[in-house]
Nanobody, 126 residues
Framework: QVQLVESGGGLVQAGGSLRLSCAAS????????MGWFRQAPGKEREFVAA????????YYADSVKGRFTISRDNAKSTVYLQMSSLKPEDTAVYYC???????????????????WGQGTQVTVSS
């Protein structure tokens, strides 16, 4: 089992940048595919980005491709989401999640992830 804690959210102007961190404790982080999801008020939770266990492959939602970068440091048990060129529509609670299943590639489905953090709020003002 792994526990996840997100940090780094906040209020930023459109066009600005933020870096989210997800600190893991418990089981070794390298056992998990990691993902970032977000949920805006009144909307369903949606996939943002994911990274495979050793960080070899990354996946992005079309809406964030070219603006967001997911990375991981297994030695530090931390996953990152660097967000640039932020837009008001990026406003949401951002969650990191861990998938314990041994897949050949990362899933974009929230139900495939086994462990979740509590979320961190990102607000982008226009």
């Amino acid at each position: 089992q792994v526990q996840l804690v997100e940090s780094g959210g906040g209020l930023v102007q459109a066009g600005g940048s933020l870096r989210l961190s997800c600190a893991a404790s418990g089981r070794t982080l390298s056992n998990y595919i990691m993902g970032w999801f977000r949920q805006a008020p009144g909307k369903e939770r949606e996939f943002v980005a994911a990274i495979t266990r050793r960080g070899i492959s990354t996946y992005y939602a079309d809406s964030v491709k070219g603006r967001f970068t997911i990375s991981r440091d297994n030695a530090k048990s931390t996953v990152y989401l660097q967000m640039s060129s932020l837009k008001p529509e990026d406003t949401a609670v951002y969650y990191c999640a861990a998938d314990a299943y041994y897949r050949s590639s990362a899933s974009i489905e929230p139900n495939d992830y086994d462990y979740w953090g509590q979320g961190t709020q990102v607000t982008v003002s226009s």
